[in-house]
């Protein structure tokens, strides 16, 4: 039983020769440096955000044997939400799921069925088939509260339990303005993209790369400076719990660089190691 694609075209290629051209072309324009176990990467359609999310996606330590990659869209007070379906399928072959996770998981928190369609998770899967080939993989989503940074502890607990190589991916994407998301504090123009990626963005990315996050969730809540900000509370918490200290800003960026409008959007990709 796999999960099958939901996200429409124009999300991310979709035929195999199209998405293995436009990563591997990704791919040799970045470098080769692999040394995070943990990420916060964006999740907007691929000719948005999705160079940005490779970029910092590529820099997982190699070889990893599970993937988890945790999304949003929940509300405060949701539970942690998990795929039931034995792979995920991806235009460049299947990605396995991890055994064992969710049996080890719901020993220590709620976990519901993950059963609606939800691009958080999905728009990463082909750059984890193409980046780790071998791994398994999980599809978790996870809400903007305490459940978020519960599930890294447990992550984390996972990982040294039970041995395996495991790396975790945060889906989270940044300040949502203009007259489209109906939020517009600071008018429209220069001073709002200004205010977006100078204050509003880096308050949330300042935090996240400090690995405060409960600031970061308490951020989000309160300026509306990211979108699924659980996600990247649970990358930051798993890699705390390993014995990181510090993240690494690996960019920043807002969809107007790609597309003049009024409303846009901003991406941040954000690296941990111990």
């Known amino acids: 039983m796999l999960r099958g694609r939901t996200l429409p075209p124009g999300w991310y290629p979709q035929r195999e020769e199209a998405v293995r051209r436009q ?3 990704w791919k040799d324009a970045a470098g080769d440096e692999r040394r995070f ?7 907007a359609g691929w000719d948005f955000s999705g160079e940005l999310a ?13 993937v ?4 949003g869209h ?6 942690v939400r998990m795929a039931p379906e034995e792979g995920y399928e991806t235009p460049l072959g299947a990605i396995e799921a991890g055994t064992g996770l969710r049996a080890f998981l719901e020993g220590r928190m709620e976990i519901s069925d993950d059963t609606v369609p939800d691009n958080t998770v999905e728009v990463q899967l082909p750059m984890v088939k193409f980046l780790f080939p ?7 989503r996870s809400p903007p509260d305490e459940k978020a940074l519960r599930l890294g502890e447990d992550l984390a607990a996972y990982a040294e339990e039970s041995g395996r190589r495991l790396v975790v991916i945060g889906s989270t994407d940044l300040t949502h303005y203009g007259p489209n998301f109906g939020f517009t504090p600071k008018g429209v123009g220069e001073d709002s993209r200004r205010w977006v990626s100078e204050e509003n963005d880096r308050g949330f990315l300042d935090a996240t790369v400090a690995m405060d996050a409960r600031k970061a969730i308490d951020h989000a809540l309160s300026n509306h400076s990211a979108c699924s ?3 990247a509370a649970t990358a930051v918490t798993f890699a705390h719990t390993r014995g990181a200290r510090s993240g690494v800003l690996i960019g920043h960026a807002t969809s107007y660089e790609k597309h003049h409008d009024v409303s846009f959007v901003g991406y941040g990709g954000v690296g941990f190691a111990a």
């Open 23 to 25: 990563l591997q072309e």
């Open 37 to 43: 176990e943990a990420v916060v990467v964006p999740h």
């Open 54 to 66: 490779f970029r910092t996606m590529q820099r997982l330590v190699p070889d990893p044997e599970l």
């Open 68 to 71: 988890v990659v945790v999304g």
């Open 74 to 79: 929940l509300r405060e007070g949701s539970a």
């Open 134 to 140: 071998r791994a398994r993989g999980a599809y978790l």
């Open 229 to 231: 900000p659980g996600a």
